[in-house]
């Protein structure tokens, strides 16, 4: 038994080839399960019991639960139980463009970067398919609407469970499942090189967003130890080639952490990293955690920074503050219930 989550259209008319009936059993299903959000199989009526039959004997529906939500204003924040009893996070915004929401890929993460409060909780493990996509479908129904944006930004790095990430993507991308489009998928990662290679090779549309956060090797391994391996040089040269083969414009994140990385020099350093790179910066307030080492860089000077950039021609804008009031930053929530 699997759970029906977990399939793409692809592995669904696998499926139906293998057990001898035609594929396009496949897009009927999708569209029940997806569109129609059917949650058994009995509601199915344009396909023959027979296959119905079939299908309940081997898949099941199963999602993830609620058990905690904060309210703000523009932003709703979720702790979820999985079957096992692991929690997880997803973070609903809801922006004039669309209703965006910000899921996790793994339980814990073991990038370590020091600023984070999910950096602080290991990885138990990797989520499956089907509890990245559950966070979507909870959500939709919980609020009564569609998440026109993903972003996978939430606890976890989602290079680090590349399969099932990829998976997710195929499911929530297709036109008869969920059907959010490409250009509005994010995937942000720290900067694993093997896997921004293979992502290149997907020749996707979906937007990838780099955790750079320092613009040298010295800096960008005291906060983020995923530095070591590998270097700030090698990562530009890897984005290089992921920009001119799929013509995507790539993001850089730049948390702004005060006296750390926000001084005048950090910025003109930054823009000549990225000055031959088809990019934009974002600049994220620091979401202060519980962690006193890092606070939140001073207004003027993330003002400053962003002059900078943008003198020198990079493109550049400030992330708009959302969370800060509910502990929206990311795993926040968990971290605090597990400390309970
Ligand atoms: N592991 C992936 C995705 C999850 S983190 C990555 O590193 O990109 C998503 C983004 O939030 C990253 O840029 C991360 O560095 C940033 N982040 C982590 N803690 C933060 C905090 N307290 N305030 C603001 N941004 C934070």
């Keep these: 038994m699997n759970n029906i989550y977990n399939l793409t259209k692809n592995d669904l008319e696998q499926y139906f080839i293998d057990n001898g009936y035609p594929k396009f059993r496949a897009t009927q299903i999708y569209e029940w399960i997806y569109k129609k959000r059917i949650t058994n199989f009995d509601a199915i009526n344009n396909i023959k019991t027979e296959i119905i039959e079939k299908l309940k004997q081997d898949f099941y529906f199963d999602i993830i639960e609620i058990v905690k939500q904060e309210k703000g204003t523009y932003v709703i924040k979720y702790l979820f139980n999985l079957k096992d009893k692991n929690q997880i996070e997803a973070v609903l915004m809801l922006h004039d463009y669309g209703n965006s929401l910000c899921i996790s890929t793994q339980v814990g993460c073991n990038m370590g970067c020091l600023f984070c409060a999910s950096g602080k909780l290991k990885k138990i493990r990797n989520l499956e398919v089907n509890e990245m996509v559950s966070q979507i479908l909870v959500i939709e129904k919980e609020n009564k609407l569609r998440v026109s944006h993903v972003v996978l930004m939430g606890i976890g790095e ?139 860089s001073k207004r003027v000077k993330i003002k400053q920074f962003y002059d900078i950039l943008k003198k020198y021609n990079i493109n550049v804008t400030i992330r708009k503050e959302f969370g800060g009031n509910i502990a929206a930053a990311c795993g926040q929530l968990r971290a605090t219930s597990l400390r309970r």
Excluded at 213 to 239: G, Q, W
Excluded at 247 to 255: A, C, G, L, Q, S
Excluded at 265 to 272: G, K, P, Q, R
């Design 158 to 296: 989602p290079f680090d469970n590349y399969d099932n990430v990829l998976k997710f993507i195929k499911i929530i991308n297709d036109n008869k499942g969920i059907d959010i489009g490409a250009r509005h998928i994010t995937i942000s990662t720290c900067g694993l090189i093997p896997q921004i290679e293979q992502f290149r090779q997907e020749k996707l549309q979906v937007n990838l967003a780099i955790s750079l956060h320092a613009s040298s090797d010295e800096l960008r391994t005291k906060l983020m130890p995923i530095n070591k391996v590998y270097k700030i040089k090698d990562l530009i040269t890897v984005i290089h080639k992921y920009v001119k083969q799929t013509k995507r414009r790539v993001t850089f994140e730049y948390i702004m952490l005060d006296e750390i990385n926000d001084h005048k020099e950090d910025a003109i350093s930054l823009a000549h990293l990225l000055k031959d790179i088809n990019c934009y910066v974002n600049l994220i307030p620091y979401n202060e955690t519980n962690n006193p080492k890092y606070k939140k």
